[in-house]
């Protein structure tokens, strides 16, 4: 692979990681709180959030997509360029980082296709005490995941500091 080629890949897949890590952020950093100061009703809260969360959902399920694949490219890449690349320090630092990613991607899917019909059939159900249960779970997930992307982050820089 081109060092050319290589060079574009590695720029789509950081602007596709600042899309969803940046993305990420300013939902649990800044709509989230906001809407607390849009409203005091609990439901319209939750729609508010959920309706751009929802949103934001098919550009993190693209962005996701996008990294993959130009995270297995880059890999290639790598790999094709330092065939021993497994017994190295940057083959470390791409093992911990896959990890990372695979972990950050399960933990998020799993939160976000389990806790959202859960939390609207219970307000529905007007149960505010297990909404509020499964509320602080979803939202440790939620932070879990966030730090486990900044990892990857990390780890991201130190892989292209080997190149």
Do not use: C
């Not at 996701?64 to 880059?74: H, P, R």
Request: proline letters at 2%.
């Amino acid at each position: 692979m081109s060092p050319l080629l290589l060079t574009t890949i590695l720029w789509i897949h950081l602007f596709f990681a600042i899309i969803f890590i940046g993305g990420s952020f300013f939902i649990w950093f800044a709509l989230w709180p906001a809407s607390f100061e849009m409203t005091s009703d609990e439901k319209q809260r939750t729609m508010i959030v959920g309706l751009a969360s929802k949103r934001f959902a098919r550009i993190t399920n693209i962005s996701v997509g996008v990294l993959i694949i130009t995270g297995l490219l880059l890999a290639y890449g790598m790999f094709s360029q330092d065939p021993g690349l497994l017994s190295t320090g940057a083959g470390a630092v791409l093992l911990v980082k896959s990890l990372l990613v695979a972990a950050a991607i399960g933990i998020m899917y799993y939160n976000n296709l389990t806790h959202p019909k859960k939390i609207v059939r219970l307000l529905a159900e007007g149960k505010k005490g297990e909404v509020d249960k499964i509320r602080r779970r979803a939202h440790f997930l939620s932070y879990l995941t966030l730090a486990l992307l900044v990892l990857v982050t990390v780890f991201g820089a130190v892989l292209v500091g080997y190149y």
